[in-house]
Each structure stands twice: as C-alpha cells, then as structure tokens.
C-alpha cells in the first residue's frame, strides 16, 4: 500500500498529471512490488517562482520537482530501492523536461503499524494474512 506525493516545479496539464500518475504507479507496482489497486498518487504543483536551490531563484530553462514515496519499513531491497529512484527521476524528466540536480526523490519507510489503509494497519493486515 503505497503512497506517491510528486510536486512538479511548474503548470502541467492535468492529463499529463494523471498519465505520471499512472507512469508512478506502474513503476512502484513492477519495480517495488507494490499493488497497483491500492496505490494513491497526488500530483501538486508549484510555480518554479516557489522554489529556491542553494538559496536562488531555479534557472528557467529546468523544472524543480521533488517526490515522496511511502512504503512498509523492511518491504524492499535497498537495489530495489535506488531502482525505484532513478525509474522516477527519468519519467519526471520525460514529463517535465530537464530537472535541477536537486530534484529529490524521497522514499519514506513506515513500520507497518504506523500506517494503512480501509481502516487497517499495514500489521494488521500482515497478521491476517498469517492467520493470527
């Protein structure tokens, strides 16, 4: 049960935010084995004009973007992980065009008791599934 937040440094149309939105998901479904159904992405931007690196407005011609990923502690390798990063920052790139050097992707582990979904813990789950 993944959770994907992409802030995008500038204006996209709302039809290339849901077709990354579906590039993000499909990502962390092959690469982090992860379930497609209950991923949620969100897609927010950002005017570049809101963003400063090393304490300076971005040069126009890039497009700050930064993503966060949250998953269960201890459900990845750290291959799949950096995997994961690099598969982000290209289909970022390919929605965005070049990205500053200081464009983060951020991958948040979780202990499965901290967090779930349909009113579940991740660990009640876990426990569920093992019959316990």
Known sequence: MPFIRIT??????LARQH????????????ILHKRAEV?????????????????????????PSHAELFITEG????????????ALHRALAETCGPLPEASYIVIHEVPAGNWGYGGLTQAARQQARQGL
């Open 75 to 86: 459900t990845n390798t750290p291959a799949e992980k950096a995997e994961m990063i690099v």
């Open 39 to 63: 991923t949620s992405v969100q897609v927010v931007t950002a005017g570049a004009d809101a963003w400063c690196i090393a304490g300076d407005a971005v040069a126009p011609t890039l497009t």
């Open 19 to 30: 077709t990354l939105a579906r590039r993000a998901t499909e990502l962390i479904a092959a």
């Open 8 to 13: 995008l440094g500038q204006s996209v149309a």
